[in-house]
């Protein structure tokens, strides 16, 4: 059973244009959600998070959003550069060591 | 600057053999975790410990152990391996929400 989904696996965008990113869960405890991006032959690094008390978190051209009615998230990267070419990661947490990761999202900036 | 280290970037072994992977993070991290990243599954949990000598199973604990010794180290042991343990191993550490994952061990079991 798939808490946390990510239901695009690849995604191409132009440099320049907005890059979005969705993920969906269905854990309704879950509070705390974490962006990842990576690299090939390279760990995982954070990105960005959000509280499930906001609605919104920015940092730069990384924009996170939370629609917890839905149970839905999506990270916004505006504008695209090809540098951002990596697969994308979201991750759950619901206030205990464990976080839950979705399958990824291999994003592919064209120059 | 935070850093995570694994003991091997790629390592080969044979079905049956018994493999270390070894993972040193030095932010003092009170919680450790093991990963394994297979294509089209995300990272699923193997096991994580929240303090020295304390560790708990994650999502797929089968086929293997832990030990953590000292809070800067964390060993994933695969007690004999097999071919479908062939796969990439990610250690990670936290302090609170956000981990910071080591590079990986790229592990091919024959």
């Known amino acids: 059973d798939q808490q946390v989904k990510q239901n695009s696996p690849s995604l191409s965008v132009q440099e320049g244009r907005i890059s979005i990113l969705n993920c969906d869960y269905t854990n309704s405890m879950f509070d705390y959600f974490l962006w990842y991006k990576k690299y090939p032959a390279e760990g995982p690094t954070f990105l960005i998070s959000?509280?499930?008390?906001?609605d919104k978190n920015e940092d730069g051209r990384f924009t996170v959003f939370l629609n917890k009615s839905a149970k839905h998230l999506s990270l916004h990267i505006v504008p695209s550069q090809p540098g951002d070419s990596a697969v994308y990661f979201c991750a759950a947490n619901s206030g205990t060591y464990k976080y839950i990761f979705g399958t990824g999202t291999r994003l592919k900036v064209l120059a | 600057d935070v850093k995570v280290t694994q003991s091997s970037r790629y390592l080969v072994k044979r079905t049956g053999e018994k493999v270390f992977l070894e993972c040193v993070q030095d932010m003092d991290h009170e919680n450790m975790f093991w990963y394994r990243q297979d294509p089209g599954l995300g990272l699923r949990l193997i096991y994580f410990?929240?303090?020295?000598?304390?560790?708990e199973k994650g999502d797929i604990p089968e086929g293997y152990s832990v030990s953590r010794e000292k809070k800067e180290r964390f060993s994933l042991i695969l007690e004999s391996a097999s071919t479908n343990q062939t796969s990439m191993y990610l250690c990670a550490s936290s302090l609170q929400y956000e981990q910071f994952f080591g590079p990986g061990t790229r592990l091919t079991v024959l």
């Open positions: 410990s929240y303090d020295v000598k304390m560790k």
């Open positions: 959000i509280s499930s008390i906001k």
